[in-house]
């Protein structure tokens, strides 16, 4: 029995979930997100209240009952409260500037990097600071994701792109090495 699964989700005031044709739609003041539904599962609302349940009781349905349960958890509090990822450029020369509906990133290659933003997704740049937000916590996530691969801090001087709070562990180097031996 999944843990998550089974516990009933409230609907604050302002938002609205209806399920139809095969998905879940939830509105709110933030927007508007819409997730397919596997065919094992099944989401009821009523009073306010949103429950998901397995159709069957196979190991996917098991599986699935509590994804799913997670999913509309996130898409209730993302249409209130927009997610924030936020990104730290570090780096001599390094820095993150908006050009349109794209983030340029200099981070020590021959050329700027020039990333879009997808739709949903709002970036904001201050200072060495990269803020992502949005509804859907799935782009959000995917998107600063893919701003952390262009230049993945490196472990000799830390330089690169990290998510802020993100602690990465130093290498000594080969000066330091030499000398202890």
């Given at each position: 029995m999944s843990r998550t699964g089974k516990q009933i989700i409230k609907i604050p005031a302002g938002t609205e979930?209806?399920?139809g044709e095969g998905a879940v739609t939830v509105k709110g003041k933030g927007g508007t997100l819409v997730k397919q539904l596997h065919r094992?599962?099944?989401i009821v609302v009523q009073n306010g209240e949103v429950s998901v349940q397995p159709v069957e009781k196979t190991r996917l349905a098991r599986a699935l009952w509590g994804t799913y349960a997670a999913h509309v958890r996130n898409m209730i509090s993302g249409v209130n409260t927009p997610f924030v990822k936020k990104l730290q450029v570090e780096g001599i020369g390094y820095r993150a500037e908006l050009s349109g509906k794209q983030l340029k990133l200099?981070?020590?290659l021959?050329?700027?990097v020039l990333v879009?933003?997808?739709e949903g997704i709002s970036v904001a740049v201050e200072k060495n600071i990269i803020s992502?937000?949005?509804a859907n916590k799935e782009d959000v996530g995917e998107?600063?994701?893919s701003v952390r691969a262009v230049k993945k801090p490196e472990p000799y001087k830390g330089k690169g792109i990290r998510y802020e709070g993100e602690v990465v562990r130093q290498k000594q180097g080969k000066k330091a090495a030499?000398?202890?031996a």
């Open positions: 979930v209806s399920v094992a599962i099944n200099a981070v020590g021959s050329h700027p879009a933003i997808p992502v937000s949005g998107f600063a994701a030499a000398a202890a």
